[in-house]
């Protein structure tokens, strides 16, 4: 069972797991697929072939474009901004050129980052609040500032960062 609130839009042929909760004033285009028993807060764009795996939460005010790939148990923070292009001009068709950005399992990315495309965030990883990430991060990594920077290893309980 979805649970989608009357303010949301939810385009014919997108396809939304069992369990998942869609909040107010979102919108989820056609192509797109989301996974089960995910949290989509208010306010969120889904765009075409944007993946989100199951058990995901995406918290308020995100917009999701072509090209991203978020696998399961993945939280990602209030505010967040992705990118799809490199040198996006206005005057300029560059959809052939969207670059994909792959954020793996378990990852958590802080409120108000900024993810460029082409990026690929490791399993388990942690991008701290306000980071602008403009290179991949490995797998079990902690980064912070902007450019974001490896600040240490973090295991899967986020609790035990060293």
């Known amino acids: ?3 989608v609130h009357i303010s949301s839009y939810i385009d014919l042929g997108a396809k939304i797991g069992d369990g998942t909760k869609i909040w107010h004033f979102c919108h989820v ?6 996974g089960k028993n ?6 969120v764009f889904i765009a075409n072939n ?3 795996g199951n058990n ?5 005010n995100v917009s ?3 090209g991203l790939v978020i696998e399961n148990d993945v939280f990602i923070g209030p505010s967040v901004v992705f990118t799809n292009i490199k040198n996006p001009r206005s005057f300029i068709n560059r959809k052939d050129q ?3 950005t792959v954020i793996h399992k378990g990852a958590t990315i802080g409120a108000n980052s900024t993810i460029l495309c082409g990026i690929v965030i490791g399993e ?4 701290g609040a306000g980071a602008v990430v403009t290179k991949d991060v490995p797998p079990h990594t902690r980064v912070f500032g902007n450019p974001a920077v490896i600040v240490g290893p973090i295991t899967k309980n986020a609790d035990e960062c060293s």
Do not use: D, F, R, W
Not at 124 to 127: D, K, N, R, T
């Open 64 to 66: 999701l474009y072509e």
């Open 50 to 52: 944007v993946i989100i």
């Open 124 to 127: 388990y990883s942690l991008v």
């Open 98 to 100: 969207y670059k994909p």
């Open 56 to 60: 995901c939460k995406i918290q308020n």
């Open 29 to 34: 285009m056609g192509k797109a697929v989301i």
């Open 38 to 43: 995910c949290t989509i807060g208010q306010n």
């Open 1 to 3: 069972m979805k649970n």
